[in-house]
């Protein structure tokens, strides 16, 4: 409790957090997260990818350019906090990073509550054929809703990509 009292303080700005458990299937998961990028851009929300490398990074770069013909999703690949502000709406990094005005995080690899905690919303991915993924997002549940966080579950649909509102 204290460590998250003092990470409240220091790095500030945690918010009250909704988090969207999305299953699909281990190979659908990234253009399943190209949709979810692409539904809050189209909101008008800035966008946080967070993945575990620079290559998934690079990977998700070029996804984002071509998974959808009729859409545009000005982004940007960071690797370090930067000292001047970011105009791009949606920033794909290769690991962990808080940078301030970006209000929805997409985490295409494990992050901690404390991590996604810093978003209003936060988008997390479970493996339907992961039974290792599949606990792990079970642990993640259990902590946010001991935290007191918004929940929701989107269950897979075959055929039928999760749009949630």
Known sequence: QAQREDARVVEGNLMTTTLLF??????????????????????????????????????????????????????????ASLDTPLVEPVIVVPSPLVIHGYEVLVADSRVTLDFLQHFSTAVLFVLTDDPNQRQDSRLLWQGARDRGLALQHIPYSPGNSPRSS
């Open 22 to 79: 999305i299953e699909t299937r281990s190979a659908d998961k990234r253009m399943v997260l190209c949709q979810q990028v692409e539904r809050f851009y189209e909101k008008g929300q800035r966008v946080l990818v967070v993945t575990d490398s620079t290559l998934a990074a690079q990977h998700l770069d070029l996804m984002l350019w071509t998974f959808s013909q009729p859409s545009f999703i000005p982004h940007r690949v960071v690797a």
